[in-house]
């Protein structure tokens, strides 16, 4: 058993500037995943090793074929199938889909290069949980773009459209339209202006969006969609002569002191680098320290000067005197949560394996330094591991995690940064992680009852459909019953391949459930955890309800009578 079913939370530490020296992991694909094809089941087996690589095999009937695969910048394979004689048979791509494996089969064009706009889906049903097709723990590989991107000067809101992205972006009170593709990680596009149409491009770092346009980078958080903000169709102001998001050529640098235009980032004064001022008042005494409380129950205090920002799956804490450089800041300070899966212990032996595993992959140049530290938060015993080397660059850094299990919940205090810089704010660190506390969840009454989910989705050439039925009862004393089924059936075929395949999956659970500020947890009785946004309308008996993960579209639930 995993102690943790995703690693979402834990890569996005990829997001630091400091981690330009390395990558996010890919995404885990590793199974077996099977359809029921004319000939007999087609089996797609993936392996998947630390450091993301991946090999494995299609076979069914006559079919046999070796996969030779390598991540993609941005989620998801790619890769080159060959028959038992070592000869090619086409490229491929696997990427998640809701709650499918999706195998895109895709032939080359004259050049010996994949012609992506000749392919094939296949959809393998992967083991679909107890999670409706929103459920957060689903990941958007195909539409990794979709979302709302967040900057000091400029805003940018997503959506996946067929073949392409729209959507808008936002700075200083004006609103820009736009429409974009994806290539090899990249999404390339053009934005509209009074004056005429702009290009720009845009990459992703972990949950960080840095998009360029004519030498101006703006870096963006990816926000939570109770934090996006809708574009603003009444704004008003007179149109820009030139591209509005290019800075202007000789533009003055910022002040010391004061906030970089480009970055974002505060960036002290001469000298202020090596003064970190260590707050007053602690968790438990300290009146001034801020209270933060989810809505599973789970709490935490930290110091009033601090700031606390929620990313996609987790919380960010910034000091107010962060340092930076030219690449960006030069510490930082993550929240992390995830459902422990049955691991009851921080000193379980599973938990250090799967928090060395992390850091392994975010960045490998960094090795353990010392034991495991026995720690305390305020009602459970914790961990604390240390990380310690030199990146590429030749900054010394050090990453530290403090670990407990709460509630079913393994909860981390994530630090990565100069080590210098970690050091200095140590005292601090470990007073906030001695707050963490476990209490009563909040259940929102609005959304207690019985409730029902149905869809049908088609492939645009109707080769394959699935349909989807789920059922979900939440009690008012906070326990949960779970049902659902799903059916596939299609067909595929290029110059290489050819077959046909009907398939369905089903499965039911319990649970507890917890919900407040449009967030609804709920903890299955294997320790997994799924989450969405939730949004509840309508009249007694004739309820709806939108339940949204991430990067999906909201899913609607019926109210059952």
Same mark, same amino acid.
């Given at each position: 058993?995993?102690?943790?079913?995703?690693?979402?939370?834990?890569?996005?530490?990829?997001?630091?500037?400091?981690?330009?020296?390395?990558?996010?992991?890919?995404?885990?694909?590793?199974?077996?995943?099977?359809?029921?094809?004319?000939?007999?089941?087609?089996?797609?087996?993936?392996?998947?090793?630390?450091?993301?690589?991946?090999?494995?095999?299609?076979?069914?009937?006559?079919?046999?074929?070796?996969?030779?695969?390598?991540?993609?910048?941005?989620?998801?394979?790619?890769?080159?199938?060959?028959?038992?004689?070592?000869?090619?048979?086409?490229?491929?791509?696997?990427?998640?889909?809701?709650?499918?494996?999706?195998?895109?089969?895709?032939?080359?064009?004259?050049?010996?290069?994949?012609?992506?706009?000749?392919?094939? /889906?296949?959809?393998? *049903?992967?083991?679909? #949980? &107890?999670?409706? @097709? +929103?459920?957060?723990?689903? !990941?958007?590989?195909? %539409? $990794?773009?979709?979302?709302?991107?967040?900057?000091?000067?400029?805003?940018?809101?997503?959506?996946?459209?067929?073949?392409?992205?729209?959507?808008?972006?936002?700075?200083?009170?004006?609103?820009?339209?736009?429409?974009?593709?994806?290539?090899?990680?990249?999404?390339?596009?053009?934005?509209?202006?009074?004056?005429?149409?702009?290009?720009?491009?845009?990459?992703?770092?972990?949950?960080?969006?840095?998009?360029?346009?004519?030498?101006?980078?703006?870096?963006?958080?990816?926000?939570?969609?109770?934090?996006? /903000?809708?574009?603003? *169709?009444?704004?008003? #102001? &007179?149109?820009? @002569? +030139?591209?509005?998001?290019? !800075?202007?050529?000789? %533009? $003055?640098?910022?002040?010391?002191?004061?906030?970089?235009?480009?970055?974002?980032?505060?960036?002290?004064?001469?000298?202020?680098?090596?003064?970190?001022?260590?707050?007053?008042?602690?968790?438990?005494?300290?009146?001034?320290?801020?209270?933060?409380?989810?809505?599973?129950?789970?709490?935490?205090?930290?110091?009033?000067?601090?700031?606390?920002?929620?990313?996609?799956?987790?919380?960010?804490?910034?000091?107010?005197?962060?340092?930076?450089?030219?690449?960006?800041?030069?510490?930082?300070?993550?929240?992390?949560?995830?459902?422990?899966?049955?691991?009851?212990?921080?000193?379980?032996?599973?938990?250090?394996?799967?928090?060395?595993?992390?850091?392994?992959?975010?960045?490998?140049?960094?090795?353990?330094?010392?034991?495991?530290?026995?720690?305390?938060?305020?009602?459970?015993?914790?961990?604390?591991?240390?990380?310690?080397?030199?990146?590429?660059?030749?900054?010394?850094?050090?990453?530290?995690?403090?670990?407990?299990?709460?509630?079913?919940?393994?909860?981390?205090?994530?630090?990565?940064?100069?080590?210098?810089?970690?050091?200095?704010?140590?005292?601090?660190?470990?007073?906030?992680?001695?707050?963490?506390?476990?209490?009563?969840?909040?259940?929102?009454?609005?959304?207690?009852?019985?409730?029902?989910?149905?869809?049908?989705?088609?492939?645009?050439?109707?080769?394959?459909?699935?349909?989807?039925?789920?059922?979900?009862?939440?009690?008012?004393?906070?326990?949960?019953?779970?049902?659902?089924?799903?059916?596939?059936?299609?067909?595929?075929?290029?110059?290489?391949?050819?077959?046909?395949?009907?398939?369905?999956?089903?499965?039911?659970?319990?649970?507890?459930?917890?919900?407040?500020?449009?967030?609804?947890?709920?903890?299955?009785?294997?320790?997994?955890?799924?989450?969405?946004?939730?949004?509840?309308?309508?009249?007694?008996?004739?309820?709806?309800?939108?339940?949204?993960?991430?990067?999906?579209?909201?899913?609607?639930?019926?109210?059952?009578?």
């Amino acid at each position: 058993m995993q102690l943790y079913r995703s690693t979402r939370s834990f890569l996005l530490v990829a997001s630091l500037s400091i981690s330009t020296v390395w990558a996010a992991a890919p995404t885990n694909v590793a199974g077996s995943y099977t359809l029921q094809g004319n000939k007999g089941p087609i089996v797609l087996h993936l392996d998947q090793d630390a450091e993301g690589k991946v090999s494995g095999s299609l076979k069914g009937g006559t079919l046999s074929l070796t996969l030779k695969v390598f991540p993609k910048e941005g989620g998801g394979v790619l890769g080159t199938a060959s028959d038992p004689e070592g000869n090619f048979a086409s490229f491929f791509q696997i990427s998640r889909e809701g709650g499918r494996l999706v195998l895109d089969l895709i032939e080359a064009n004259a050049d010996g290069d994949p012609d992506f706009e000749k392919k094939t /889906r296949i959809p393998f *049903p992967a083991s679909q #949980g &107890k999670a409706p @097709a +929103s459920d957060s723990k689903v !990941k958007a590989g195909d %539409a $990794p773009f979709a979302g709302t991107f967040k900057g000091e000067d400029l805003t940018l809101e997503s959506k996946s459209a067929v073949g392409q992205y729209r959507g808008v972006i936002q700075m200083e009170g004006k609103s820009y339209p736009f429409t974009a593709t994806e290539k090899d990680g990249t999404l390339s596009g053009g934005f509209q202006s009074p004056d005429g149409k702009f290009d720009f491009t845009a990459k992703l770092n972990g949950p960080t969006l840095v998009f360029e346009t004519e030498g101006t980078t703006f870096t963006l958080a990816r926000q939570t969609p109770a934090s996006a /903000r809708p574009a603003n *169709p009444l704004a008003k #102001g &007179k149109p820009a @002569a +030139s591209n509005p998001l290019k !800075k202007p050529a000789g %533009a $003055p640098p910022a002040a010391k002191g004061t906030t970089s235009p480009a970055k974002g980032t505060p960036t002290p004064a001469k000298g202020a680098a090596a003064k970190i001022a260590e707050p007053t008042g602690g968790p438990g005494s300290g009146p001034a320290w801020k209270l933060h409380q989810h809505a599973t129950g789970l709490s935490m205090r930290y110091p009033p000067s601090w700031k606390l920002n929620p990313l996609e799956g987790a919380l960010q804490l910034v000091p107010p005197d962060v340092t930076s450089t030219a690449s960006g800041p030069t510490e930082a300070y993550f929240v992390l949560g995830e459902g422990a899966e049955g691991v009851s212990s921080p000193e379980d032996p599973r938990v250090v394996a799967f928090l060395e595993q992390q850091v392994q992959q975010i960045a490998p140049f960094l090795q353990r330094a010392g034991g495991v530290e026995k720690i305390k938060a305020a009602t459970a015993p914790g961990i604390l591991v240390t990380w310690e080397g030199q990146s590429p660059t030749g900054m010394a850094l050090r990453a530290q995690a403090h670990t407990t299990i709460l509630k079913g919940y393994g909860i981390t205090l994530f630090t990565l940064g100069v080590k210098e810089k970690i050091a200095a704010r140590e005292k601090t660190v470990r007073s906030i992680f001695s707050s963490f506390a476990a209490g009563e969840g909040k259940r929102d009454p609005q959304l207690v009852g019985a409730w029902r989910f149905w869809s049908y989705k088609a492939s645009a050439d109707g080769k394959f459909g699935t349909e989807r039925s789920s059922q979900m009862v939440l009690h008012a004393n906070g326990q949960c019953q779970w049902s659902g089924k799903s059916e596939s059936s299609g067909s595929f075929s290029n110059s290489q391949i050819q077959g046909s395949y009907a398939g369905s999956s089903g499965d039911a659970d319990r649970g507890t459930w917890t919900a407040a500020n449009g967030e609804l947890y709920i903890m299955w009785n294997d320790g997994s955890v799924s989450t969405w946004d939730y949004q509840v309308s309508g009249a007694p008996g004739g309820r709806k309800m939108l339940l949204k993960g991430s990067g999906n579209k909201p899913d609607e639930w019926m109210e059952i009578q």
